[in-house]
């Protein structure tokens, strides 16, 4: 294994929770490289495994993050040149002009070619009770584009679960491409502390000894206090940013202040960070 491909293997591996996207990126990988390694000792291709993916969850679950290091696993393995992760919705593919969507789509698409093409929120270029919705000439291109470019383009289409089953059922053609699904579960309230630790570390900030059980307190509340909106994550960062303006608050009324204190997450800022969490 290079170097390269441990490293993002490590990546994924370090993320907070998602002990089933890691357990199934690692058998993903495992048979990739096996493959590759068969092949080199000329035993030719092995079973097809198609490389394309469909990620089920909701909000906030690290969807994006995953695609993007699984990106660059894909160039590791030598399965495409660039490595890199293309990101589009419908808004950058569908157009209300009947023949146009089809002409910008396949403007994304190209620039896909040789990297791996993420849809967020897939689903939406589906909607079979608009019969004037051009949703249909995006996902037309996009198949049209995967059989002529199957050796150069992977694609990973996003989105809620049920939607994402929706989606799939609607179209023979993405059934027949879209083989494995990949589900990011909610993160629990152990995974946001985990989260937020991560933001602080990444951010340059420290959490008061105090702060600490007050933060894992909190992290529970965001869960409740959210309910069917909860987006984990980005619930999480939200709360995380909201801590840092109320330490930013307390120490506009501090003189002389040290680096310590500009790193400093005290138990104040978290509590009055979630009494006005909403």
Do not use: W
């Amino acid at each position: 294994m290079s170097d390269d491909l441990q490293k993002n293997i490590d990546e994924i591996n370090k993320l907070p929770g998602l002990k089933r996207v890691k357990d199934e990126v690692k058998s993903l990988v495992a048979f990739l490289q096996s493959s590759k390694e068969r092949k080199d000792q000329g035993l030719g291709d092995g079973p097809a495994l198609t490389l394309h993916l469909i990620f089920s969850g909701n909000p906030g679950t690290g969807k994006t993050t995953v695609a993007r290091i699984l990106a660059a696993i894909y160039r590791d393995l030598g399965l495409i040149q660039g490595g890199k992760l293309i990101e589009v919705t419908r808004s950058d593919l569908v157009v209300a002009e009947k023949g146009k969507t089809a002409e910008r789509a396949a403007d994304k698409f190209n620039q896909a070619i040789d990297n791996v093409l993420f849809i967020d929120e897939a689903y939406t270029l589906i909607n079979k009770k608009d019969p004037n919705d051009n949703g249909q000439e995006a996902i037309d291109e996009l198949l049209k584009y995967m059989e002529d470019y199957r050796d150069r383009l992977i694609v990973i289409v996003a989105g809620y679960e049920i939607n994402m089953r929706d989606f799939i059922a609607a179209n023979a053609g993405l059934a027949s491409r879209f083989k494995r699904n990949i589900i990011f579960e909610n993160y629990n309230d152990l995974e946001l502390y985990q989260i937020f630790y991560k933001m602080c570390r990444d951010n340059n900030y420290m959490i008061a000894n105090d702060a600490s059980a007050p933060i894992k307190t909190a992290c529970k509340k965001v869960i409740e206090i959210t309910g069917d909106r909860y987006s984990n994550a980005r619930d999480v960062r939200r709360f995380f940013e909201s801590c840092v303006q109320y330490q930013s608050l307390r120490l506009s009324k501090k003189e002389n202040k040290t680096k310590m204190d500009l790193m400093m997450i005290k138990k104040d800022d978290v509590e009055a960070s979630i009494k006005n969490f909403a």
